[in-house]
């Protein structure tokens, strides 16, 4: 086993407004996580990055596989499941905004159009739990579930919420807010992501490269000590 540490710290200087904001951010992939968590329960897997396992559907996000439990039935409902995600009929919801998927610290949100993107991601790869090949079940977490990452924000996103797109582990930068693809947030300092164990928290962006290399993986083997 490989030990590693972890840097969870938050930032020196933060306004009132920049905490809220934050929080806000924070509160939604929890959230999320605790929709990947009733999807679980039903399906005991976590979803696909792009559809059901062995369909012949085409592509569709694991967003639009969690409206049902973050009370967006409606929307599911009306998703059109045998056309692409931005198809004839699914482009009828291409201009609807959902609060749930934007991080309000992301200065593009401000203005009177409706803001689409997401800024939460989740990492797709087989060592992942995003994995498009099979899907993947707790037995398969073996680094644990509290050191293996959901999803993250990606500043700046020009990924629609419905879009099956996401960060690709193998291509992505493995630092946070390196200017590059990966992992990053207007945030100061670093970046919030959820844990498969629910928690959400505050990563630096010191912190080391193959210290957050290991927490997108979810059987590599490595164990991560914070403090």
């Not at 990947?36 to 329960?41: K, L, T």
């Not at 409902?77 to 198809?87: I, K």
């Not at 928290?201 to 590599?220: C, H, Q, W, Y």
């Amino acid at each position: 086993m490989i030990g590693l540490c972890i840097h969870v710290s938050i930032p020196a200087v933060y306004t009132p407004r920049h905490v809220a904001r934050r929080s806000i951010c924070k509160n939604n992939l929890k959230q999320l996580g605790l929709a990947m968590h009733f999807y679980y329960d039903d399906h005991k897997m976590f979803p696909s990055p792009k559809g059901d396992f062995g369909n012949e559907l085409p592509p569709y996000s694991w967003r639009i596989a969690l409206l049902p439990y973050v009370e967006e039935s409606q929307l599911f409902d009306r998703y059109n499941f045998s056309e692409e995600w931005n198809g004839p009929s699914n482009a009828s919801m291409n201009s609807i905004q959902l609060t749930l998927f934007l991080c309000p610290e992301n200065p593009l949100r401000t203005g009177d159009h409706p803001r689409t993107e997401t800024d939460y991601v989740g990492i797709i790869g087989d060592e992942t739990i995003f994995s498009d090949g099979h899907p993947t079940k707790f037995h398969d977490i073996s680094d644990g579930t509290s050191n293996t990452l959901m999803f993250g924000e990606l500043l700046n996103s020009d990924i629609h919420w419905m879009e099956p797109r996401d960060l690709d582990f193998n291509a992505i930068s493995k630092r946070i807010n390196s200017g590059g693809v990966g992992i990053s947030s207007d945030h100061e300092g670093g970046a919030n992501v959820a844990f498969v164990d629910g928690m959400v928290r505050f990563l630096s962006e010191d912190i080391e490269p193959n210290v957050l290399r290991a927490l997108m993986t979810k059987s590599g083997g490595e164990t991560v000590d914070e403090f």
